[in-house]
C-alpha cells in the first residue's frame, strides 16, 4: 500500500511540475510578445511544441508572432493547425483571412452544393472531444428515456418516451459519427501549405516533367497523393499536379 502512495505521489509531482513547465513557457512567451520580441516569442512556443504540448492557443499566438514578422506562410500554417484543433473558434477564423489576403495567388474555389456546405459547416462546428461528449450526454438521456418506459403507467407516456428515447440514440449515433469525422481530419492531416516562394507544379514526379502552372507560399492545397519526393496536390479549383516535399508543410 505504501508503495502505490509513492507512486501516486510521484505521478502528481509530475503533473504538477508539466503544469508548471507550461504556465511558465506560455506566460514568458506571452511577455515577449507583448514587449515586441516576436523571434524569443517564436523560440518559446516552439520550444513548447517540441516538448508535445500542442493547443489550439499555441498555434494561435505561433501565428500571431509570425505574421507581425512578415512570415506570412508561416502564419496560415499555425492559424490553420489551430483551427484543426478549434475549428469554431472566430478570432483564429479572422486572422487566418486577414494573413490569406497577403498571399499572391487568388484560386476560385469551386462551387459546392448548398446541403454539403451546410454539412460541412455543422461538423466542423466543434471538435471530436465535444462532439464525443454530446454523444455521451445523448445515449445517458436514451437510457433514461428507457427507465421512464418500462415504468410508465400510462400508453401515452410509453410513446413519449419510446419516441423521444429513439430521437436520442439515433442522434447520439449520428455524433459518434461526426466525433470519428473530426478526429480523423486531426489525425489525417491531408492539407498543406505551400512554403516556398514560387513553386512550379508539374505534370509528373519528375523535376522534367511538363510545367503545368505556378503557385505561391501560403496557398493551402489538398495532398491526394505522394510518390519519393513529390506530393500529388489538388489545388481548390480542381486543378492537380506534382510538387516537390521541401515545397510544402503538412498542416
Known amino acids: 500500500m505504501k508503495r502505490i502512495y ?118 466542423t462546428a466543434f471538435t471530436a472531444d465535444q462532439w464525443a461528449y454530446v454523444s455521451v450526454i445523448l445515449f445517458i438521456g436514451f437510457l433514461i428515456m428507457a427507465a421512464l418506459f418500462f415504468h410508465a403507467t400510462s400508453i401515452s407516456l410509453k410513446k413519449s418516451w419510446f419516441t423521444l428515447g429513439i430521437i436520442m440514440l439515433l442522434v447520439s449515433v449520428m455524433t459518434i459519427f461526426f466525433a470519428l469525422k473530426q478526429y480523423h481530419r486531426v489525425t489525417d492531416r491531408d492539407s498543406g501549405i505551400v512554403m516556398t516562394p514560387s513553386v512550379v507544379v508539374r505534370g509528373a514526379p519528375d523535376n522534367s516533367g511538363t510545367e503545368l502552372f505556378v503557385i505561391h507560399e501560403g496557398l493551402k492545397v489538398q495532398v491526394i497523393g505522394t510518390l519519393g519526393d513529390w506530393y500529388n496536390v489538388r489545388l481548390a479549383d480542381g486543378n492537380e499536379g506534382w510538387i516537390a516535399k521541401t515545397d510544402l508543410e503538412k498542416i
Open 6 to 123: 509513492i507512486i501516486l505521489m510521484l505521478l502528481l509531482s509530475g503533473v504538477v511540475t508539466y503544469a508548471t513547465d507550461v504556465k511558465t513557457l506560455a506566460e514568458e512567451a506571452t511577455k515577449m510578445y507583448q514587449e515586441g520580441d516576436y523571434q524569443k516569442a517564436i523560440d518559446l512556443y516552439n520550444e513548447m511544441l517540441s516538448d508535445n504540448m500542442e493547443s489550439a492557443t499555441v498555434y494561435y499566438n505561433l501565428g500571431n508572432c509570425y505574421y507581425k514578422q512578415g512570415e506570412i506562410a508561416k502564419a496560415i500554417l499555425n492559424y490553420e493547425r489551430a483551427l484543426l484543433l478549434h475549428p469554431g473558434d472566430n478570432d483564429i477564423k479572422y486572422n487566418l483571412t486577414m494573413a490569406q489576403k497577403a498571399t499572391v495567388d487568388n484560386i476560385k474555389v469551386l462551387p459546392e452544393l448548398f446541403l454539403v456546405r451546410w454539412y460541412n459547416a455543422f461538423v
